[in-house]
């Protein structure tokens, strides 16, 4: 597969009416209008996932999403900090729609997946949330997905194709190839770059975590609007999302996940392993599309910077129109075109 370059396309009328014939368990109040050329992103459509599902996967009782034929080929959507399952809100009908089963848990520390028991270290090292994923398939009988992510989940995604290959049939990756380690976390960048993760070094401090656990809601608003600068998210579709940010180990899990990075956190032991794994770098050799927003406004490595690390059939997909970090949610007709172009390959 060779480099594309993509605009952005909103939700059709078409579309928005073939989703409204569906019978899944999701609801829309608004469609968006086709656009000939790219113009300035809208607010989301107050949409969102009902019931939600609940089983229990290894450290967890996970709260997941689900849409499309339950025989359909499989696809697990990953969400990130600060963001939940509503990301994808727009994809999953889309996918839905074209025959996929299409399930959307939520991670640890965020919405209804919670702890099964008190004496569970709260840990947000990578290798824990990705024996999450691999726990989520096991439990739900699926042994080969799609795998869509950005983010955490894109971290996520991309450690379980590079470690579990066969568990996966393709993947879409958002930013790319996020795989890292404390180690390689110890080298300095150049200043703009840090000045960047800011937040990072925020939430090294305890200052930091009192000031995330007491201000939670305001200070991912703030990242969402740092991180997608050209999104004009209304505060209803924040609202929604901001709910999952009130899971009782969500403030722990995001604190644990920055300060592992830097090698102020101790993991766990049985992860050892993989984490030593990770630190290598491993190929990831899956069907994969990475995708980039023209306007992300958060920490992301440049295209050209991963191309050597997926060794498989490969494509690169810059979306133009204002998008920003939460690609998924902000151009939700592309990325649920890569998931469906990814499961061909």
Not at 99 to 104: K, S, T
Request: aromatic share 10%.
């Amino acid at each position: 597969m060779e480099d594309i370059d993509c605009h952005r396309r909103t939700f059709c009328g078409g579309a928005a009416a073939a989703f409204a014939a569906m019978p899944l368990s999701m609801v829309s109040t608004s469609s968006g209008e086709a656009a000939q050329t790219p113009k300035p992103v809208q607010p989301i459509s107050a949409a969102t996932f009902a019931p939600i599902k609940l089983v229990q996967a290894g450290l967890l009782n996970v709260g997941y999403a689900e849409a499309g034929p339950p025989d359909g080929p499989v696809v697990i959507l990953l969400h990130g900090w600060p963001y939940d399952i509503h990301s994808f809100v727009e994809v999953a009908p889309i996918l839905a729609g074209k025959g996929y089963r299409v399930i959307v848990p939520y991670l640890r520390g965020f919405g209804d997946t919670r702890f099964l028991s008190t004496d569970t270290m709260r840990n947000g090292e990578p290798a824990a949330l990705a024996q999450d994923a691999i726990d989520l398939l096991d439990a739900l009988k699926i042994d080969r997905a799609i795998l869509g992510a950005f983010d955490i989940g894109g971290r996520t995604a991309d450690i379980v194709a590079a470690l579990s290959p066969e568990r996966v049939r393709g993947l879409v990756a958002v930013s790319g190839y996020l795989i890292s380690s404390q180690e390689s976390n110890k080298q300095p960048l150049p200043p703009d770059a840090e000045y960047q993760w800011w937040y990072q070094f925020y939430f090294a401090t305890e200052r930091g975590r009192l000031g995330y656990e007491k201000n939670t809601h305001a200070f991912n608003k703030l990242i969402w609007k740092l991180a997608s600068p050209q999104w004009h998210f209304d505060d209803a579709t924040f609202d929604r999302t901001a709910t999952s940010f009130d899971n009782p180990d969500h403030v722990a899990i995001v604190i644990h996940n920055y300060r592992w990075r830097l090698g102020l956190a101790e993991g766990e032991a049985h992860y050892a392993d993989v984490e030593r794994k990770l630190a290598s770098n491993p190929a990831i050799t899956v069907p994969t599309i990475t995708m980039e927003g023209d306007a992300n406004g958060a920490p992301h490595p440049a295209p050209e910077a991963y191309r050597a690390r997926f060794t498989g059939r490969y494509e690169h997909r810059t979306i133009r129109g204002g998008i920003g970090h939460n690609l998924p949610q902000e151009a939700p007709r592309d990325f649920a075109q890569a998931v469906m172009d990814v499961a061909s390959r």
